[in-house]
T-cell receptor, first 111, second 112 residues
Framework: RKEVEQDPGPFNVPEGATVAFNCTYSNSASQSFFWYRQDCRKEPKLLMSVYSSGNEDGRFTAQLNRASQYISLLIRDSKLSDSATYLCVVRDRGNDYKLSFGAGTTVTVRA | DAGVTQSPTHLIKTRGQQVTLRCSPKSGHDTVSWYQQALGQGPQFIFQYYEEEERQRGNFPDRFSGHQFPNYSSELNVNALLLGDSALYLC???????????FGPGTRLTVT
């Protein structure tokens, strides 16, 4: 079983729509959770960390459900510039070195 | 403030050859991690270097080796290249205690 699994999509949504997707992780000892954004043929960039209480950064909202071992990302009022692959990332407790990535969820926002 | 830099940008090699990829960390960072990203997949952890030592390694064969220099820059070496080694190789630097990893633009390796 993969450490981090994501719905690959693609999610194809119109501008202004809301889109949400999840990822699941297999290690219950996982401690830190992140969403990274990766544009085509570019490097991943940190979008936001995910906290147990849930957190929001502008139009982006991340939620963590430790009991069910899943993380979600919701994008409100989608912009064309939100088109990208969103990578779910997990770091295990006691292991500050290695990030475990999902394969990514592709979002395309159309005009 | 320079971010993480990697060289070369692109590289084409033949099966069986050896390759060396280079990474310079973000200014002030002392830790370098290497990841392999195959097409359509997420990055996979290869190893991490700190204080010129390999601190942790992912599930990669011994054909993958690395080095960190006193100025914190790093090299990734891959011997006996296979077609399956074709991928984007990403370097990420970080600094404790935050440990947020900043990625470089990557080196795209094609093995023919």
């Amino acid at each position: 079983r993969k450490e981090v699994e994501q719905d690959p999509g693609p999610f194809n949504v119109p501008e202004g729509a809301t889109v949400a997707f999840n990822c699941t992780y297999s290690n219950s000892a996982s401690q830190s959770f992140f969403w990274y954004r990766q544009d085509c043929r570019k490097e991943p960039k940190l979008l936001m960390s995910v906290y147990s209480s849930g957190n929001e950064d502008g139009r982006f909202t991340a939620q963590l459900n430790r009991a069910s071992q899943y993380i979600s990302l919701l994008i409100r009022d989608s912009k064309l510039s939100d088109s990208a692959t969103y990578l779910c990332v997990v770091r295990d407790r006691g292991n500050d070195y290695k990030l475990s990535f999902g394969a990514g969820t592709t979002v395309t926002v159309r005009a | 403030d320079a971010g993480v830099t990697q060289s070369p940008t692109h590289l084409i090699k033949t099966r069986g050859q050896q390759v060396t990829l280079r990474c310079s960390p973000k200014s002030g960072h002392d830790t370098v991690s290497w990841y392999q990203q195959a097409l359509g997949q997420g990055p996979q952890f290869i190893f991490q270097y700190y204080e010129e030592e390999e601190r942790q390694r992912g599930n990669f064969p011994d054909r993958f080796s690395g080095h960190q220099f006193p100025n914190y820059s790093s090299e990734l070496n891959v011997n006996a290249l296979l077609l399956g080694d074709s991928a984007l190789y990403l370097c990420a630097s970080s600094l404790p205690p935050n440990n947020e990893q900043y990625f470089g633009p990557g080196t795209r390796l094609t093995v023919t």
